[in-house]
């Protein structure tokens, strides 16, 4: 049965590693599969999203062995492995992709299907994109246009706005763009068909959003720079393989350290999370909401191992540290403005969970974006958090959330969401009474296991 009943926590608490990062795994697998030579990536996701940028890969033609280390780390102590795994990624090279015979199906990953439409559009051949019913709703339109501009010939569904895609590549030149709204996956699909582009192509961000293309593409032998929001490609360098280590997922550790913070007597120490500060604008709001949070053992991990570290200002890998939390303290509300939501778009559900029992009004504004997520989740979120009694106020960009207030448990619709179900797992813990959440397979998206993870650090 696709759903849960849960019911209020007396305790929370562990030792916990969060699964690999989501976004570095997709990465990892696009720009290996574009490399010359074999890559390993280690610590590899293995939830569906990945998949769906693995196996629209194995389309291309590329040669990926999974090898699934048995027993992978557990993610709690006392549990069952984790769901990492390591990939042998035999790369093509930029121009060594085939014709795929058959449409590129990328489920419910918009990472994929945007990302995968820049490399398509400097290939010469003829490919198809689509999804399942939630990505076929997802825009497209704000990546099909830059890479018109570069010359690329693409085609989709609702004049232009949706999957399924048809893209017809070839020759590229480069663009400066600036991008209207903030979007790690927009700016790497620019950056991606700048790699096929003659010339060097720059794309100019509102805000910043996540980095880890730019981390990672100069450790494979892309020319690319970055000055503050200017961020620039040179296109024709091939890439060459090499190791990459994919660290702990901050996205899904977000859920626990609320958790922590919000069910009674609680304690909990998260291991080896990513802490890419492009990403961890939520650890920011909850500190100056009043919470105990510290970091640990904070150090720059290298492409290569988790084993080196780096301190050279000239280095560019990935920041990773431990977290400590620990519930017991005060919340107070707070405002969060636009410039602020890049760095937390993933973090959005939970965050509302946690201004749930903030003292006074927590309002978060120009976050339009999340409309057109998995689910809309503004719209999600104050549906199902009015539902367990909360007041708030729905703007066309936002949420206004009065606490600190008593959660009622009820029946809860996840909307295929993954993040919508975790999030409303957390505040069911806090929740007088049963909560039943609806539709918690999507959380195989992101986080298999997730639920194994909760009722552990509950018993």
């Not at 608490?13 to 599969?33: L, M, N, T, W």
């Not at 280390?69 to 549990?79: F, N, Q, R, Y």
């Not at 999030?423 to 069911?428: D, E, G, K, L, R």
Request: glycine content about 10%; proline content about 5%; overall charge neutral.
């Amino acid at each position: 049965m696709d759903r849960i009943e849960l019911t209020k926590a007396r305790w929370f608490k562990g030792e916990i590693s969060p699964p690999p990062d989501k976004s570095i795994s997709h990465r990892a697998v696009f720009f290996s599969s574009l490399s010359k030579g074999k890559s390993n990536i280690k610590n590899f996701l293995r939830a569906e999203d990945t998949m769906s940028t693995l196996n629209a890969f194995r389309k291309l033609g590329v040669e990926i062995q999974e090898i699934v280390i048995p027993p992978s780390p557990p993610l709690v102590k006392g549990g069952k492995g984790g769901f990492s795994g390591e990939l042998i990624v035999h790369g093509k090279g930029l121009y060594g992709l085939k014709e795929p015979f058959d449409v590129i199906n990328c489920g419910n990953s918009g990472t994929t299907i945007r990302l995968i439409a820049g490399v398509l559009s400097g290939n010469p051949f003829f490919s198809v994109l689509t999804g399942d019913e939630s990505l076929r709703q997802r825009p497209m339109a704000r990546v099909i246009t830059p890479l018109r501009q570069m010359g690329a010939e693409i085609m989709a569904r609702a004049g232009d706005k949706y999957p399924p895609v048809a893209i017809k590549g070839g020759r590229l030149h480069a663009i400066k763009y600036t991008m209207p709204v903030a979007s790690a996956q927009v700016k790497s699909a620019i950056l991606l068909a700048g790699l096929y582009a003659e010339g060097e192509t720059e794309v100019i961000e509102p805000f910043q959003s996540r980095d880890h293309t730019e981390r990672m593409l100069p450790a494979l032998g892309a020319e690319i720079t970055v000055e503050g929001l200017h961020i620039k490609i040179k296109g024709g360098t091939e890439l060459r393989g090499t190791d990459i280590y994919v660290p702990g997922d901050f996205s899904s550790a977000a859920f626990f350290i609320v958790a922590a913070l919000l069910v009674p007597d609680s304690e909990i120490l998260i291991k080896n999370v990513g802490v890419n500060p492009t990403r961890t604008g939520l650890l920011e709001v909850l500190k100056q909401m009043g919470a105990n949070i510290e970091l640990t053992n904070i150090r720059d991990i290298s492409l290569n191992s988790p084993l080196i570290t780096h301190h050279s200002s000239l280095f560019v890998g990935e920041p990773v540290a431990d977290i400590y939390c620990k519930g017991g303290k005060e919340l107070n509300a707070v405002q969060i403005t636009k410039e602020k939501i890049p760095s937390l778009i993933d973090e959005f559900p939970i965050l509302c969970v946690a201004a749930t029992q903030a003292t006074g009004i927590t309002t978060i504004r120009g976050a339009e974006e999340l409309r057109v997520k998995e689910s809309d989740r503004i719209k999600a979120m104050a549906t199902e958090l009015r539902k367990m009694g909360i007041e708030i106020e729905e703007f066309e960009d936002g949420l206004s959330i009065k606490g600190k207030c008593g959660l009622k448990g009820t029946i809860i619709e996840s909307y295929g969401d993954h993040r919508i179900a975790m999030a409303m797992s957390i505040a069911a813990l806090i929740a007088d009474g049963t909560t039943t959440i609806n539709g918690i397979s999507s959380v195989n998206i992101s986080f298999p296991g997730f639920f194994e993870i909760l009722m552990r650090l509950t018993e």
